[in-house]
């Protein structure tokens, strides 16, 4: 099994609403990322977890907030968006995200993403 | 991070050979070279990596010059599935975090 899953598929939320997106994988990857996609733009990181520690956070508003409860569960907290945050949010998973990992152990898997659009 | 320059854009014809250039020309000596594919309304996919010798999987084959400083990316045979923005990742890899260039939109003709 190979697939990372995301829910929902499409969100739409207004400015003052608090909503999360979710992403799940069972390969037994370690590292599990979330990144943003505009379109016609390529996917910006925006974060990376390492065995369920936040070890990459690329300056990213406090209006999103990611959670790792366990090794196979990723979430994205969204509170007080702006119009502008409207994107498609992809979740990845590789089997590590350890400094020096090279090869094979940084391949990442994607999810199908959340549409996201914020009125 | 090793910046890529990638076309914009190719074209080809189905049942055709596609070599989808990449240059990375700031690739440090350790660093892999990726190639992801995005495919219409889908995350990107894995395809291929390598680090100095030329690399073959049921993808595609990744052609990688003798100085590190650009690859290709070679389709055998082109399919209407294999239409997507094709990423070509140099460098960037470390802590897992990978820094995706613009891409290059790739149609595949019937």
């Known amino acids: 099994d190979t697939e990372v899953t995301q829910t929902p598929k499409h969100l739409v939320m207004g400015m003052t609403n608090k909503k999360s997106l979710k992403c799940e994988q069972h390969?037994?990857?370690?590292?599990m990322y979330w990144y943003k996609q505009k379109a016609k733009k390529p996917p910006e990181l925006m974060f990376v977890y390492s065995y369920e520690k936040l070890s990459i956070n690329e300056s990213v508003p406090s209006r999103f907030s990611p959670e790792c409860p366990n090794s196979s569960l990723l979430n994205l907290h969204l509170h007080a968006l702006q119009p502008e945050d409207s994107a498609l949010y992809l979740c990845?998973?590789?089997?590590?995200?350890?400094?020096?990992?090279?090869?094979?152990?940084?391949?990442?898997?994607f999810g199908a993403g959340t549409r996201l659009s914020v009125l | 991070d090793a910046k890529t320059t990638q076309p914009n854009s190719m074209e080809s014809n189905e049942e055709e050979p596609v070599h989808l250039p990449c240059n990375h020309s700031?690739?440090?000596?350790?660093?892999?070279i990726h190639w992801y594919r995005q495919l219409p309304s889908q995350g990107p996919e894995y395809v291929i990596h390598g680090l100095t010798s030329n690399v073959n999987n049921r993808m595609a084959s990744l052609a990688i010059a003798e100085d590190r400083k650009s690859s290709t990316l070679i389709l055998h045979r082109a399919t209407l599935r294999d239409a997507a923005v094709y990423y070509c990742?140099?460098?960037?890899?470390?802590?897992?975090?990978?820094?995706f260039g613009q891409g290059t939109i790739l149609t595949v003709h019937p």
């Open positions: 700031t690739i440090s000596g350790t660093d892999y």
């Open positions: 990742i140099g460098g960037g890899t470390s802590y897992g975090k990978l820094t």
């Open positions: 390969m037994g990857h370690r590292a």
């Open positions: 990845a998973s590789s089997p590590t995200g350890l400094a020096g990992a090279t090869g094979v152990k940084n391949i990442q898997y």
